[in-house]
């Protein structure tokens, strides 16, 4: 091989190994992958394929959406459903629970029932309002995605109207952390953009939300029994299990998509807040006794 042969070959193997790293670094620069099959990255949404992002909501009528969503020309919604638990023991520290200094380590049992298997949507608060069950609250126009902005007695009415009633803080945290205590919902281990609406704000998933995403666009991260979003996206208020109930605080569970760090996924995550707390990082869901 000629000198001239030697140095062109190794010019391009260092054009190469340079193109390498540019192309490394842009991936690296972007945010991970986060939208199920069905939906596609739009600033800080996943949206359903043909839509188009108008402010911070998913606009038009969809071609696709994630699996277990309906293309409805309203956009992307999931189904109402309730999920049976079979109940058991929830064990409460040592470990992630006590590490975080949430309450003293217990063990409580747990009774079966029922619990939605999504966040309650706009469309279904929507209906509520119309039959004079739920008061009037802003909504953001898409009817998949969850209620946000309402108090506690405000979820708590909703529930009623649904003929439920608003999770108790151990029924959310069982739900989540199933019978073997599970770390997140869907395992111990995969605290990844994929499973759950979270570092929307400021990263790492995303940039710039102002809201959460639709409820049940992520699958992945469906607990075992088929729950979804019991971790990110909004925030889940909760009634009271453990002492006397304090009239002027109350408990949401399960991170949103506010949330940075993974640690706010987990079963575990709770923050105590006042129950005339309206914010867009905090919705609900119901439960019912045991069909």
Known sequence: MSP???????????????????????????????????????????????????ADRCAGPPVRCAPGMDV???????????VRIEGGTLRVGPGDWEAQGLVAPRAVEVAPFEIDALEATEARWSA???????????????????????????????????????????????????????????????AVCRRAAWGLVAGPCGWGASGPELAGSHPAGASPEGVLDLAGNVAEWATSTVGP???????????????GAASALRASQRRVVSPGTRSREIGFRCVRSPS
């Not at 991936?27 to 359903?48: D, F, I, K, Q, T």
């Not at 009623?160 to 608003?166: I, M, N, P, S």
């Not at 109930?245 to 949330?259: H, I, K, L, N």
């Open 4 to 54: 001239r042969l030697r140095v062109a070959l190794a010019a391009a193997a260092a054009l190469a190994l340079v193109a390498g790293v540019v192309v490394l670094a842009r991936s690296r620069a972007e945010p991970p992958a986060r939208c199920a099959s069905g939906m596609v990255a739009m600033g800080a949404r996943c949206c359903g394929e043909g839509q188009h992002l108008d």
């Open 245 to 259: 109930a304090d009239p002027g605080s109350a408990e949401v569970r399960g991170g949103s998509y506010a949330d």
């Open 128 to 190: 509520c309002a119309a039959a004079d069950g739920c008061p009037a609250v802003p909504l953001t126009g898409e009817p998949g995605r969850p209620v946000t902005g309402v108090t506690l007695e405000e979820a708590a009415s909703f529930c009623r109207w649904d003929g439920g009633a608003l999770p108790t803080a151990d029924q959310l945290a069982f739900a989540a952390a199933g019978r073997g205590g599970r770390r997140y919902p869907w395992g111990d281990t995969g």
């Open 72 to 82: 409805t020309s309203s956009g992307c919604v999931a189904p109402p459903r309730r």
